[in-house]
């Protein structure tokens, strides 16, 4: 083969390289894929649904003929530990919060990688899942990770004229300090809560951090519409994740190992 053929091969097969050259995508980290349901709620003896409620309750599949059952603490919450599907398989919470007569319900659906959130509290109801390393602090190195961000996809009633508080905190309980934002979210849809939009204290270190919450409430600021007034609605939320950026890796570690130290 002559140089100057030579040459013009390299150079096309440079250019097609080039030419399907693509930025490094951004990759993502699973808090809580939903894939593990909540426990039997031992609050409901004869159907044992995986739910966390406040207010009456159908503990059967249908009422009537099934009874139903007043709400008695602790229906509205569960707490349960090493779920495969949820980060280092940590612990999780999950509760519902309101008026303890006005019916409301939390379930995580596996089958559609989803938690089910139905409230029904004039004043306002709230949702709270909170992760946790059990008995010890966790110390999730988020910023070796490269997190940039918590996405939380969004279905079901919401709109601008039903807005939802989407809330994110992260706690290190050594020094008590934290990070933590409340978004308005008016749309379904994928919230992505920057890290960069947090309020953070002081000498926050993410690099440390042993709890994470993410929870979901009624607008409560006079300026909402409808507010202190709020009908029934119920949505959808999940599966949790953090944005990963892994074009500026914080510290010197491969994607693979990342992958393995937060399973």
Same mark, same amino acid.
Request: proline residues 8%; neutral net charge; aromatic residues 0%.
């Given at each position: 083969m002559r140089p100057t053929t030579f040459a013009l %091969? @390299?150079?096309?097969?440079?250019? %097609? @390289?080039?030419?399907?050259?693509?930025?490094t995508p951004a990759a993502s980290l699973l808090l809580d894929a939903m894939t593990d349901p909540l426990p039997a709620s031992p609050c409901l003896p004869v159907s044992a649904q995986p739910v966390v409620f406040l207010g009456p309750f159908c503990d059967a599949a249908a009422c009537p003929p099934g009874e139903i059952v007043p709400f008695a603490a602790p229906c509205n919450l569960a707490t349960q530990d090493a779920l495969?599907?949820?980060l280092q398989h940590r612990q999780r919470l999950a509760e519902i919060l309101g008026n303890p007569d006005l019916a409301a319900s939390v379930r995580v659906r596996p089958d559609l990688a989803c938690a089910e959130v139905g409230f029904s509290d004039p004043a306002g109801n709230e949702s709270d899942f909170v992760y946790e390393r059990a008995g010890a602090d966790w110390n999730l190195d988020l910023a070796t990770a490269g997190v940039t961000a918590l996405r939380v996809p969004v279905s079901g009633d919401v709109s601008a004229l039903r807005p939802l508080q989407v809330s994110v905190g992260l706690v290190d309980r050594a020094t008590y300090l934290g990070a933590s934002a409340v978004v308005?979210?008016?749309?379904?849809?994928?919230v992505v809560v920057p890290f960069t939009a947090l309020a953070v204290d002081s000498g926050f270190d993410f690099s440390g951090v042993d709890v994470v919450s993410v929870g979901f409430g009624e607008c409560l600021d006079g300026a909402c519409p409808g507010a202190g007034t709020y009908a029934p609605r119920s949505f959808t939320v999940g599966p949790f994740s953090f944005d990963v950026d892994l074009g500026t890796p914080v510290r010197t570690h491969s994607w693979g190992s990342l992958k393995a130290t937060y399973r």
């Open positions: %091969l @390299l150079a096309l097969l440079l250019a %097609l @390289l080039v030419a399907t050259a693509r930025p495969a599907g949820v308005t979210v008016t749309a379904p849809g994928d």
